[in-house]
C-alpha cells in the first residue's frame, strides 16, 4: 500500500478485495499495534496500520505501508542498503554495523531474499516489461541474488518513468515485491 489515506478511502467505499479470498471485499477494522521501524542513520518511524476484514470469509488483514516489510523492525529502505551492500561484496558485521542492526539480521536479509531470489527476479523482470515493453533485455550479474536485486532495480525505474505521483523506489520495490522481499507468499509465488 503506496497511500495510507487512499487505502482508507478504498476500505470505506468496499473497493480493496480479500486476498485470502479473492471475491470478498475488505472493510475497515481499527487499526493494529503501533510499530517503530528503524530508518537510516538512526531514524525512527512510527506507524499505526489499519486493519481490514473481509465481509465474505471473515478473514483479518493489517495494511502496512510498502516501505515496511511484514514482520521486520526495519524500513525496506534499510533492507535493501543491506542487500546491496551485500551484492558489492561488504560482510555481515560491517553491513550490520554501519545500519546499526543485529549482524544476525543482515545474514537473515540475505538468506531470506537468496532463498526466492529467481522468483523475484522472474516477478521483477516481468513488471518491469509490462512497464516499459521497450526496456532492453537485462544482463546477467553473476548470482541469482544479484539478478533478482538488478531487476527490482529496473522495474522500479520502469515504473517511475509511468507512475503519476512520484513514489521513493523503497515504496516501488514493495510493491513489485508485492510485500514479500523477505518471505514470499506460497499464494504469491504463481504472480
Do not use: K
Not at 505501508?65 to 542487500?83: E, I, S
Not at 554501519?98 to 521483477?124: F, Y
Not at 531487476?151 to 515485491?177: D, E, K, M, N
Amino acid at each position: 500500500m503506496a497511500d495510507q489515506d487512499a487505502a482508507g478511502q478504498e476500505l470505506a467505499s468496499s473497493s480493496m478485495r480479500c486476498p485470502s479470498c479473492s471475491g470478498g471485499s475488505l472493510r475497515p477494522w481499527g487499526h493494529a499495534r503501533t510499530r517503530v521501524l528503524r530508518g537510516l542513520h538512526g531514524a525512527r518511524h512510527t506507524l499505526r496500520p489499519r486493519r481490514a476484514r473481509c465481509r465474505d470469509c471473515g478473514a483479518t488483514h493489517v495494511l502496512l505501508p510498502c516501505h515496511a516489510p511484514p514482520r521486520r523492525a526495519d524500513t525496506l529502505q534499510v533492507v535493501m542498503t543491506g542487500l546491496l551492500a551485500h551484492q558489492g561484496g561488504a560482510g555481515a558485521r560491517t553491513i550490520a554495523a554501519d545500519l546499526g542492526v543485529p549482524v544476525d539480521t543482515v545474514r537473515s536479509w540475505v538468506r531470506s531474499v537468496s532463498a526466492h531470489a529467481q522468483w523475484l527476479r522472474e516477478r521483477a523482470t516481468r513488471w518491469a516489461f509490462r512497464m516499459d515493453p521497450t526496456h532492453p533485455p537485462m544482463q546477467p550479474t553473476g548470482s541469482p541474488l544479484g539478478d533478482a536485486l538488478d531487476a527490482l532495480g529496473h522495474a522500479a525505474a520502469a515504473t517511475a518513468r509511468r507512475v503519476p505521483r512520484p513514489l521513493t523506489a523503497w515504496q516501488l520495490i514493495g510493491l513489485i515485491s508485492a510485500g514479500c522481499l523477505l518471505a514470499p507468499v506460497a499464494s504469491t509465488l504463481s504472480g
